[in-house]
């Protein structure tokens, strides 16, 4: 297996009913369905949609989604769900609407004449650590809950609550202006902190393009989903890196400034192995939400990082 297949293995959760694609429910399943179908079904996760959105996509998926009688060996489709803010007692009432749907998946005189899909992942915001403990208590045990942090501020506190219990934290690395994106600065932290207290993280929005670049329609450098991965992968193998050297990990803009082989992956004189990449993903650096999945796919093949589409097909 290349390098850049290990550390990109189901790193996308394809969120394309978010902006800047912002498509319709229908073309959104379609997508995902087709996706999962194709070549580089390698590099999807989950589908993301909203808790209030639930009807309208299983009146449009349900045709799509893998059946019980047919395609052995056909998983339900995994789903990511956006739930409300944990200062809310509405998450009571999503949750409880998650814990309805998956129960009515789940069974077998339902799933024989319908689709199959299944929540196992929620995300949601929070700004205290009250909220995360309360949010937690109503969590069913099958779930896996990523709580959204502000890191504008100090989120060490947010974090540390998380230490130790089945929750991750969730990061939002861009944008529609140039004032949502998070400095270098402030992403190396969160990384440090989460290292630190052992959460895993995922990251959303802006993450367009493998390297950091100038988006001249948003007016400013956005991160790379490389430099995201690549920095959280060397440090959860090193804990003691620094945020200063995390900064220049999340700043490379040459795609040849990383370093791919046959055993593993480098940046300057860090190296990582096969086996310490994929540690690395499943216990720390888990995923990124994308309005687009062709597109990644795209700038990684330009960069001679993928082989041709139609090596793949062949």
Known sequence: MHA??????????????????????QPTVANFARYRKGADNWMLSRLIVPVTRFPEFVTCADPLLPKTADAEGDEPWPLSVLVAPAS????????????????????????????????DTIETKASTPHEIDRALEYVPDDIFAYFEVPVDGDPRGLIATMASLDAGAKIRTGGLTADAHPTP??????????????????????LHHPCRQLAADVGCKQFGFLNVFIAGCLLWHDDEMSEKELVEVLTEERADGFEFGPTGLGWRRRVLKFDEIAVARERFAHSFGSCSFEEPLADLRALGLLPAAEEVAS
């Not at 297949?5 to 189901?10: A, E, F, I, Q, V």
């Not at 998450?91 to 899909?117: K, T, Y």
């Not at 600065?185 to 802006?206: D, H, M, N, W, Y």
């Open 4 to 25: 850049v297949r290990l550390l990109l293995d189901s790193v996308l959760d394809y969120a394309g009913l978010f902006p800047p694609a912002k498509l319709d429910m």
């Open 88 to 119: 809310d007692r509405q998450i009571v009432e999503d949750l409880e609407r998650i814990e309805r749907f998956n129960d009515r998946m789940e069974d077998r005189d339902f799933s024989r004449a319908h689709g199959r899909a299944l929540i």
């Open 185 to 206: 600065e402030q992403v190396a932290r969160f990384l440090k902190l989460c290292r630190a207290a052992e959460v895993p993280f995922k990251a959303t929005a802006g």
